[in-house]
């Protein structure tokens, strides 16, 4: 489990560290890609949504296992649980997003009662990767 302030500049981060072990697990370069926009997409509605009702920005935790037939990867808070808001900053996306590029998405809610974001990505391995 990796954490990060629920801040813009940790999407990034955020991003690049679940990336990265996709890539270490041998995922194809599509798969790298689906891992980083889908974890994108949560980490931003952390930082967007979570914590709109604190005054301290709250944490992003990040986990990435390797399964049998791929990857799972969660992105969590302990925020204010989903939601709708009138007005929010965005354009209400994210989770079809995900939903689009993850071969399975699953949203519950965290065990620090916030939200978690569980995505499987099956892994087809690049050539020369295994």
Do not use: K, W
């Amino acid at each position: 489990v990796r954490a990060y302030p629920a801040v813009a500049a940790s999407v990034g981060a955020v991003r690049r560290a679940l990336a990265q072990f996709a890539g270490d697990c041998g995922a194809r370069a599509q798969t790298e890609d689906a891992v980083a926009l889908a974890a994108s997409e949560a980490a931003t509605n952390v930082v967007v949504h979570a914590y709109r009702e604190s005054a301290e920005p709250g944490r992003i935790e990040v986990t990435g296992a390797r399964t049998s037939d791929g990857l799972s990867v969660s992105v969590s808070d302990a925020g204010s649980g989903l939601r709708p808001y009138r007005d929010s900053p965005g354009l209400g996306l994210g989770l079809a997003i995900i939903a689009e590029v993850a071969d399975r998405v699953d949203v519950v809610r965290s065990s620090s009662r916030g939200v978690e974001v569980r995505m499987h990505f099956v892994l087809r391995t690049a050539p020369g990767r295994g």
